[in-house]
């Protein structure tokens, strides 16, 4: 499980990356650097958009186009054309917000969190956007949101908050009302924990900003592997591929000075590696908005 790098991208904050079945390719996007990219598995093929603001998540909608995350709002995204649509307005009364991490889960609907662009007041909260357009908070006073997910039968969801460097649990009901909200894993230094992904074995998948790693965790919370990098700052996995066996990774310079920057070339690129166990299917937004 050796990282290789496939495409030296730079990202000042490459974030939320997630495979394209249907079209054989890597989205991913670039926060800071406001663009959108997307490659083939071996990096190849590779195409980008400029965002009209930093876009925390860019996700598969079931009826085409791409749900992006936007401070204060949702829009369609059409990479054939390049047209964006609007979709839906939120937290219009908290201007220092921006969306971040997001995920579609089994039923179709949109996870995703908002937080502070400054990274200091716990103005952000976890949303769950419904195929009926219904938007709910299912959590609220986090710095940082992160890492929404589900375990294979869908009764438990993961949620991060990066700052208490703590990744919760919570009970799922096929409705998406949560409960009994627990500490799942609290992480071990260096670093901080950033985007989480679940493997078909019900293991958490766990990127470390500032660890230089990706740690897997048992459905006990157990650390049972650990993927070194050659960067310090990993943000999110994705699994793809034909057998959803290849896992690729995005990384981030966001706050390397100068000297850590030279030291780590390839900080802000994407990277991949195989392994054993493969992810689970990347879902749809099946909302009509």
């Excluded at 079931?62 to 609007?86: H, I, Q």
């Excluded at 716990?122 to 219904?134: A, F, N, Q």
């Excluded at 766990?206 to 660890?211: E, Q």
């Excluded at 943000?235 to 034909?242: I, M, P």
Aim: aromatic share 10%; proline share 7%; charged share 20%.
């Amino acid at each position: 499980m050796q990282p290789q790098c496939i495409w030296e991208l730079g990202a000042k904050l490459g974030e939320g990356p997630f495979w394209h079945a249907a079209e054989a390719a890597l989205y991913l996007v670039d926060i800071k650097g406001q663009r959108l990219h997307r490659c083939a598995e071996d990096g190849s093929a590779r195409q980008s958009w400029d965002m009209p603001a930093e876009t925390g998540f860019a996700l598969p909608m079931a009826d085409g186009g791409l749900v992006c995350g936007l401070p204060g709002k949702l829009l369609r995204f059409s990479p054939e054309t390049g047209e964006f649509t609007p979709l839906l307005q939120l937290e219009t009364d908290i201007p220092g917000n921006r969306l971040n991490d997001g995920y579609v889960d089994s039923q179709g609907a949109l996870w995703f969190g908002s937080m502070d662009n400054g990274e200091s007041a716990p103005t952000g909260s976890l949303y769950r956007l419904s195929i009926d357009g219904t938007l709910q908070q299912k959590d609220s006073g986090i710095i940082i949101t992160n890492g929404p997910c589900h375990s294979p039968d869908g009764r438990t969801f993961y949620h991060t908050d990066t700052l208490a460097k703590v990744v919760y649990a919570y009970d799922a009901a096929p409705d998406g009302c949560l409960s009994n909200k627990r500490e799942f894993v609290r992480t071990a230094e260096p670093g901080h924990p950033d985007g989480s992904v679940v493997d078909a074995e019900g293991c958490v998948w766990v990127a470390m900003f500032g660890g230089a790693r990706v740690d897997r965790y048992s459905p006990q919370g157990e650390v049972i592997d650990t993927i070194a990098f050659p960067c310090p700052n990993v943000t999110k996995v994705a699994f793809g591929g034909a057998d959803l066996r290849t896992v690729f990774a995005t990384t981030a310079w966001k706050g390397m000075p100068d000297e850590a920057r030279a030291a780590h070339p390839l900080a802000g690129g994407v990277f991949s590696f195989r392994v054993e166990t493969p992810g689970q299917q990347q879902h749809k937004y099946k909302g009509n908005l």
